[in-house]
């Protein structure tokens, strides 16, 4: 079930661009909160993260390690375990007024919907993988569809809009390599690409938002729609902080506007604006091409996988980290409402970066046994 013989075969290019990726993290964060140029790099807050990281490269090597085709087996116990995990959340106390996280005393918080996302993705392989033949067919579109509603809705009622989102592409991403029916994944993906661009012309004025409401309390909620505002302080202050940043940034912990806290959130949600505040439109162009190659050797994995249910793990995982990236990128750009999506491996926090680095690591072990049957 492991096999440290699977860690030599791993796709070594990642390693430096993993590395890059956690040292930008370690910069931001740093800064953000240890604005002081006296002061020294490890803060308390970069010690905590690094810890986070020397966890999470063990969490990857685990799941490297461990063969991947076992999760077939457990792919449905894993399932039932998110969606208890969900519901409980509703039973727990709020923190910050909503139901994301469970609260350890003294260890640490956990969001089950990051966890979420990578177990949906393992749900459905294993369920297109058993469909077969019948992959095709409109029933198999029903059932896949209910097996992504359910999480789907229970996430978007914490209210997490985002991380909600992030599973519609990756439903849609994984049946179009499956093979599902074709006329109901044209269906919703023209739905779902009529609801982005509608959503992002509110966000760049082209609708404007207090003439447009009238027509969207019509199937929204006055407060749903609150969160469709492209005027809130969040969104101004993040596309303020990169405009700032200019073409090559303020320097280290020389940032006017993120590291005198008027960026909200700056060393999670806000990352990318602070970030670019810093090291400019030349560092986010570098953090950009780091994100692309990894996502472009992640779909790679797909493409050498040597069973069905590795090509769509495979695929699944790609379409979770791209759109982990683009979501978070477009909220910091004033293209998506802010709903706290974080930027892998750069953005503060544990939840994420676990799940992120096992959804790495079993990739990496799909790749390893690419030439095993």
């Not at 049946?175 to 959503?199: P, Q």
């Not at 005027?231 to 202050?237: E, I, P, V």
Request: charged share 15%; with cysteine; net charge positive.
């Amino acid at each position: 079930m492991w096999d440290y013989r699977a860690l030599s075969r791993v796709d070594v290019r990642i390693f430096p661009i993993v590395f890059c990726l956690m040292i930008i993290g370690l910069l931001v964060i740093s800064s953000m909160t240890g604005m002081e140029e006296s002061e020294a790099f490890w803060t308390p807050v970069a010690k905590s993260q690094l810890r986070w990281y020397c966890l999470g490269w063990a969490v990857f090597f685990f799941a490297a390690g461990f063969d991947y085709r076992k999760l077939r087996e457990w792919s449905l116990i894993l399932y039932i375990g998110a969606l208890i995990l969900l519901v409980g959340l509703f039973f727990v106390s709020p923190i910050q007024n909503v139901h994301r996280w469970y609260r350890i005393p003294g260890l640490m918080s956990i969001q089950p919907s990051e966890q979420a996302k990578l177990i949906l993705v393992i749900a459905m392989s294993w369920f297109l993988e058993r469909r077969g033949s019948k992959v095709g067919m409109f029933s198999t579109a029903c059932q896949g569809g209910l097996l992504v509603g359910i999480p789907f809705l229970l996430i978007l009622k914490q209210p997490d809009l985002g991380t909600a989102l992030i599973l519609y592409p990756i439903a849609l991403g994984m049946g179009y390599f499956a093979g599902m029916h074709r006329g109901l994944l044209r269906l919703f993906t023209s739905l779902g690409l009529i609801a982005l661009i509608v959503v992002s012309l509110l966000f760049v004025g082209a609708l404007p938002h207090e003439k447009m409401r009238p027509i969207f309390t019509t199937v929204l909620k006055d407060y749903q729609y609150e969160r469709l505002n492209p005027n809130t302080y969040h969104q101004k202050a993040s596309q303020i902080a990169i405009a700032v940043g200019g073409l090559t940034g303020t320097g280290f912990r020389k940032s006017e506007f993120a590291g005198r806290k008027w960026l909200p959130a700056a060393h999670t949600d806000s990352v990318f604006a602070s970030f670019g505040e810093e090291f400019g439109f030349v560092g986010l162009t570098f953090l950009l091409f780091l994100f692309y190659i990894l996502i472009y050797f992640s779909f790679q994995v797909a493409v050498v996988a040597k069973d069905p249910f590795g090509r769509l793990l495979a695929a699944g995982l790609a379409i979770y980290l791209a759109m982990n990236v683009l979501v978070n990128i477009a909220m910091m750009c004033g293209l998506l409402p802010i709903s706290g999506v974080p930027l892998i491996f750069v953005t503060y926090g544990g939840s994420s970066l676990m799940t992120t680095m096992a959804a790495l690591g079993i990739l990496q072990s799909i790749y390893s046994r690419r030439f095993m049957f």
